[in-house]
């Protein structure tokens, strides 16, 4: 089992940025991906980006690109996603979860946090 919990989110203004965390715990993972994925009221779960626990590479949702970073310290166990310029259609629930495979689908993850809420003011 792999156990992962969300942080960061909150209220922010349109043009500001957040570091979302998610601190991953339980078996060793180091084959894993970790993936950040997104939803907003009404609309499906949305890929942003993931990265590999090992080597630390990193893909993204071309929509994505040159807002969003994801990064890993694996001394804290927590994968982050740096978001900066943020726009009212950033607001939604986000999510971290852990695979075994390079998926950019939800069905390709096995465990999924609880989520953390970001709500971009205009």
């Known amino acids: 089992q792999v156990q992962l919990v969300e942080s960061g989110g909150g209220l922010v203004q349109a043009g500001g940025s957040l570091r979302l965390s998610c601190a991953a715990s339980?078996?060793?993972?180091?084959?894993?991906?970790i993936g950040w994925f997104r939803q907003a009221p009404g609309k499906e779960r949305e890929f942003v980006a993931r990265?590999?626990?090992?080597?630390?590479?990193?893909y993204y949702a071309n929509s994505m690109k040159g807002r969003f970073t994801i990064s890993k310290d694996n001394a804290k166990n927590t994968v982050y996603l740096q978001m900066s310029s943020l726009k009212p259609e950033d607001t939604a629930l986000y999510y971290c979860?852990?695979?075994?495979?390079?998926?950019?689908?939800?069905?390709?993850?096995?465990?999924w946090g609880q989520g953390t809420q970001v709500t971009v003011s205009s």
């Open positions: 979860a852990a695979a075994n495979r390079a998926a950019s689908t939800p069905w390709g993850y096995d465990y």
């Open positions: 339980g078996r060793t993972f180091s084959s894993y991906y």
């Open positions: 990265i590999t626990w090992s080597g630390g590479s990193t």
